[in-house]
């Protein structure tokens, strides 16, 4: 069975603080991925990673930054939280075998900025 | 423009019914794969059915079905004989056939809840 853990289920922090989120999967996965998701709006990309310290924004990268310093393990760094951060956060990974390639997801971190 | 688009932001079903959750797409990569997340109030992220622009047969996975239908751009999911544990939020998502690392595009979602 695919697993992808995420540090924390719940998260809260102050405007301005420095904030990591780790994503870590137990399959040898190629691929990874974070997400926010925001409701009607569905997920929307942020950044995602080909392999070890590769990286490609997504679609809303401003505020974010990432590491993937080894192949399990994906961090996403907001480098002064802001309260529109405020969100859900999902890390995905996806092996490039198989005939499917889907995303395997984690169960999230729910980000609270006051 | 919006590439997915899900126009049930909610929906209502009676257990035991047939329900379809809409789903049209837009793009012009003639390689794309069509998929189905289940993300119950827990949080996490299910896999439930996935279809592949070229599959000449509609993707089916025990109670789903996936309705494919490549000249209205349209992929709705069908759930037959709905269950309690059916009531989640359904996203629909794309991954377009160029892109590198196989990042999906998601819909807004669905909101289904089903009624004893």
């Known amino acids: 069975d695919v697993k992808v853990t995420q540090s924390s289920r719940y998260l809260v922090k102050r405007t301005g603080e420095k904030v990591f989120l780790e994503c870590v999967q137990d399959m040898d996965h190629e691929n990874m991925f974070w997400y926010r998701q925001d409701p009607g709006l ?15 924004k997504g679609d809303i990268p401003e505020g974010y930054s990432v590491s993937r310093e080894k192949k399990e393990r994906f961090s996403l760094i907001l480098e002064s939280a802001s309260t529109n951060q405020t969100s859900m956060y999902l890390c995905a990974s996806r092996t490039l075998q198989g005939p499917l390639n889907e995303q395997y997801f984690g169960p999230g971190t729910r980000l609270t900025v006051t | 423009a919006q590439k997915i688009t899900q126009t049930q932001p909610g929906m209502f079903v009676q257990e035991k019914e047939a329900v379809t959750l809409d789903c049209t797409y837009d793009t012009s990569d003639p390689s794309y794969g069509l998929f189905w997340y289940k993300q119950p109030s827990s949080g996490e992220m299910i896999f439930l059915i996935y279809q592949g622009s070229y599959d000449q047969q509609n993707a089916t996975e025990g109670r789903y079905s ?19 544990g059916d009531s989640a939020m359904y996203f629909c998502a794309m991954r377009e056939g160029h ?11 669905t909101e289904l809840s089903v009624k004893p």
Do not use: C, H, P, T
């Not at chain 1, 995602?48 to 990286?55: G, I, N, P, T």
């Not at chain 2, 996936?66 to 309690?84: C, D, H, T």
């Open chain 1, 42 to 56: 569905g997920l929307r990309l942020i950044y995602f990673s080909y392999d070890v310290k590769m990286k490609e």
């Open chain 2, 66 to 84: 996936l309705n494919f239908q490549k000249a209205r751009k349209s992929a709705n999911l069908v759930i037959s004989a709905s269950q309690l």
């Open chain 2, 99 to 109: 892109n590198q690392g196989g990042k999906l595009i998601f819909g807004q979602g």
